[in-house]
């Protein structure tokens, strides 16, 4: 039987592919294109255009806060922030509460 697959993201080419896995051998992905390495974001990531760089700001900020896309049982990854205005709303929220990014970026509503 093969191996689910996941998703793995190289920001400077803003391209996600397909890849089995990581399993306890876990080695290093590269890039196919300009050989730096691949972020492991997960198997609920849906990639956006390659075109739409406000989106990849998005998920750029998302990724170096520390926040995947990795499914979680039957509710998927949860919420993510989808557009720049939405971004700067929880990092505020985050820096006025001291609520650590992460968290406040992961924030359905903000209170």
Known sequence: MAHAKTSFVCLPCR?????????LGHHDR??????EPLI???SAFAAPP????AAW????????AGLRFH??????????????????ARKAY???????LARA???YDLP
């Open 50 to 53: 390659r075109r739409d760089t």
């Open 40 to 42: 492991h974001v997960g």
């Open 71 to 88: 499914k979680s049982c039957c509710d998927g990854p949860g919420y993510r922030p989808r557009t720049l205005s939405e971004v700067r």
């Open 94 to 100: 985050a820096r006025a509460t001291g609520e650590p």
């Open 15 to 23: 391209a996600s592919y397909k890849q089995a896995h990581p399993g």
């Open 30 to 35: 590269s890039c196919p294109r300009c050989a």
């Open 105 to 107: 970026l992961a924030r």
């Open 57 to 64: 700001r998005v998920l750029t900020l998302l990724l170096h």
